[in-house]
């Protein structure tokens, strides 16, 4: 019988090593390692791995999961609960779409659909470089600029549809998000 080396086994090609940990592991392992593991640290687990990286991997649920002593199914059922988490990486740049009432009664869902045929992708969806994202956004209580979007944090307002088709053609084409919507005196910092 073959003795099997400390930290490894015998495969065709002889004795193999443990894997090694890669530094992103280490790194998640670092974010949560003064987490105590019951759940009450869960979404605090959550929360840093968003706010680190932007999204909550499959390999941070796995380290979450190991240092809270509970299982990857109970980590993904509250990563994917959650509307906050995301389980992809964000888009490079993310547009959102006021859904709140000023925004609908002045024609938001034309420029929301405007938005998405020019970009090919519904609320919630990212384009396939995953350079845009578009997602729904709650009344940010600057209805004075209504019917807006926000490209990244900046408010762009006093919309129509054909504004928005002109907004959404430029950042596909691959105009500086920052300066997208500028030409608008909407599409000041709100």
Not at 64 to 76: G, I
């Amino acid at each position: 019988m073959a003795r099997v080396p400390p930290g490894g086994t015998h495969g065709e090609d002889g004795p193999r090593a443990m894997p090694l940990e890669t530094e992103v592991t280490a790194e998640l392992r670092a974010l949560v390692a003064d987490l105590r593991p019951d759940h009450t640290d869960l979404l605090e687990a959550l929360h840093r791995m968003q706010h680190r990286y932007g999204y909550v991997s499959a390999e941070a649920m796995r380290v979450v999961a190991e240092q809270l002593r509970v299982s990857v199914a109970h980590v993904y059922g509250a990563t994917t609960y959650y509307s906050d988490f995301r389980v992809t990486p964000p888009a490079a740049c993310t547009v959102t779409w006021c859904s709140g009432p000023a925004c609908r009664l002045k024609n938001g869902t034309g420029v929301r659909d405007a938005m998405q045929a020019v970009l090919g992708v519904g609320l919630g969806a990212q384009t396939a470089d995953g350079r845009i994202g578009l997602a729904l956004g709650q009344c940010n209580g600057s209805c004075e600029q209504a019917p807006q979007i926000w490209i990244g944090e900046r408010v762009v307002g006093q919309l129509t549809a054909a504004r928005a088709v002109s907004i959404a053609r430029a950042l596909r084409d691959g105009a500086d998000p920052a300066a997208v919507g500028l030409d608008h005196p909407g599409g000041r910092d709100g």
